[in-house]
């Protein structure tokens, strides 16, 4: 049997809040009661998933924060949001990512020459690496010492499978 959990008084913060995993994380954790800052590049994203979120809590709150998190002031600011608006942070969720479409638009086109990862531009590259790994590692230290000061925090980096990287052409950074 499923056992309900509840989040309720806890504060959460989800990168790529508005769209895919990280919109389905975001309702949930609003449904589970959770105060949820959904932080996402496209602000019409986050005014969807807050419609949605109206209605599935009489406890969970959502705020929505329009990000580029590859910019350091972004990612302060959406730490302190969840600080302002709700006085604490306790789950951080590192969700989002630039995906292989972003690298290489079309891909999934039937006549889309294949993907060499030698031909993608060093913007491209520094886009990546600046979204899938240095903003979840300043986000991790913007909010870990308010969680240290709490006394209780958890942290959610999402990640892809070791074995979808392991594709001819592809780039250990950006799959094809």
Known sequence: MKEDIRLDGKVALVTGGGRGLGRS??????EAGA??????????????????AVSLSNTGVLHGVPADIRRPEDCRRIVEAALDCFGSLDILINNAGLLPSYAYPGRFLEDAAPAKFWNLSDDVIQDVIDTNFVAPDRLTRYAVPHMIEKGWGRIVNVTTRLTTMNRTGASPLVLP
Not at 25 to 30: G, K, Q, S
Not at 35 to 48: C, G, M, R, S, T
């Open 25 to 30: 994380m975001t309702l949930a954790l609003v």
């Open 35 to 52: 105060h949820v800052v959904a932080a996402d590049l496209i602000a019409e994203n986050l005014e969807q998933v807050a419609e949605e």
